[in-house]
């Protein structure tokens, strides 16, 4: 069965799933026609130095997938839907073995002025060395971005993902998995277009992976920012953490639904999930919902939890005692929340560069 | 009782201050008066009603006044919103600092003298100098900058820094409440050290609250007061302190009681 009709034999799913609670799949589909399949345009991709010049010997990006998985998972609606608009619009990011990089890398994905979409292939060679920025901006209505890949044994990968779309709608699948002994950490920042829906799903299907999943996601105006994450461990002495901080404004509202999944067989896995909801307005609304499913009993620790609280007026007044006036010291607190997860994104360097995007979303004095 | 003279030279002057919180009345009818260059303390037991003076004095929205004024330089502070205060040069250092997780101490610190010194104080190689300074004074590390403010300190750390703070900020008015709880002598000694060096010589003015005579040895107020239930019962010399730290509160409370009674 091919990609097109694969998608079309899948039942709409309806607000009893798990993923599909607060946001409407018709919602998010390009058309609002969940039964077509529509032609969508390519964005411009752009891999680039941290400096602006040329990438390191040893990645490179080029046209085509050759093979790709979508991870078993809640369901494979988007996945399926978004191989099945991609075929024009297909791409491998290939890292070489041992490829290492004093600087982050950035993807530059332009997804232009209309409907766009692209599949991305990640293949990541064993002991590689990389801090990957994945950058997505555009002015069009929609955008759709399916990543898969695999992370070589022993690698090191600092991925982080941030979307910077005036408006529209942005639909984005991630499907990883992770190899023996690597270690990523993978980041979302998210802070423009008016509506997401991310499902990212991550496979420690080998002993040794450590997985640390972060969000900073900062909601504002009428957005609606919708991430569901997936974190298996099928592998003994596996490792996970995810932290995922949203705030929201005006009558915005952000979700966040975690599924957390221990295979039998996983000994010693570690794992624990946690949202943290900051509510700016009267309006704003979080959900998130923190989900387990462990069947190994000899795991080192498994838990979840979530808070959602407005901003916290002792803190206001501390820094409003240091000469913060009260927007200074709004704007302050609502980076510094963020910070918490950005700082954990990457290297010194990728920070830096993460913060000064942060703030010039905020307009405000450094975190 | 009062506790000084009116004085137009005062850089603080409280006069007949009436508050609370929530409805209950905390503060009696309080009136102090410090000069520049002088060091007050105020001592007291347990809910005396010292933090509330400081806070009122800082601006806390939660404590409302119902009476009297707080003039800095001859400004009512009341009319001021707290970070309008803190640029005026109020300064408090809190008996419980609050945790800024994902706020870098470093930034912090630009930012708050930024604001209150102005754009110039907080940029170059002369902050620099003056932070590193600033810090070595105090012994805290070089690495505590890229912390977030007050998230993880043990309680001297927390302590060192808002002297830090003290000492970058240059306020007209320090208040430090309770700054030498939970510190050990060193401790104490090292904060004591950085309040001589931020008030001493200069014309600033710092307001002591604490309940022991420990940090009074090495700062050496001018006056001491002694508040109980919401009342300067008692003003004197430093000597004051050691005479509460040998006889205790219910000293002080039969000696007032014995001058009401004459």
Redesign the interface.
Known sequence: MDSVAEYLSLDEPDRSSHLWRYTPWRGIHPTGDVSRVPKLESPVLGLIGFDGGAVPDGISIEEGVHSDIILPGTDALTGTFLRAVTGNSQWTLRVEPEFSSEHPVILDIDAGDSASVLHLALKVGRLSDLELVTRIRGSGEWFGMLRTGDIGEGSSINDVVVSLMDDGTLLRVDSISIGRDAQVRAGTVSSGSECTKADLRYRMDEPGGSLRVLGSILAAESMHLDHHVEIHHEAPETFSRLAWHSACDGDSRTVGTGMLRVADGSTGADASQVFHNLLLSADAEADSIPELEVLEHEVVGCGHGTANGPIDEDQVFYLESRGFDPSEARRALIAAFLNTTLSEMGSDSLHDWLVGLLNSELRTPDA | MGSGESDIEALLEIRNLHAGIDDTQILKGIDLSIAPGEIHAIMGRNGSGKTTAANII????DFEVEEGDVLLSGENLLDL???E???EGV??S?QY??A?????VG??L???VA??RGEEAAKGADFRRELNEAMDTLDIPRNFLSR?VNDGFSGGEKKRFEIL?LQL?RPKLAILDETDSGLDIDGIKTVAAGVNAAIRGTESAALIITHYSRILEHVRPDKVHVLIDGRIVATGGPELATELEENGYDWIEGRVGAESVA
């Not at chain 2, 800082?58 to 929205?61: D, L, N």
């Not at chain 2, 800024?100 to 870098?104: E, I």
């Open positions: 800082m601006g806390h929205p919103e707290p970070w205060r803190a640029r300064f408090l809190f600092p609050q800024v997780p994902g706020l870098q930034n912090f630009r930012k708050s604001s209150i977030y703070q900020l």
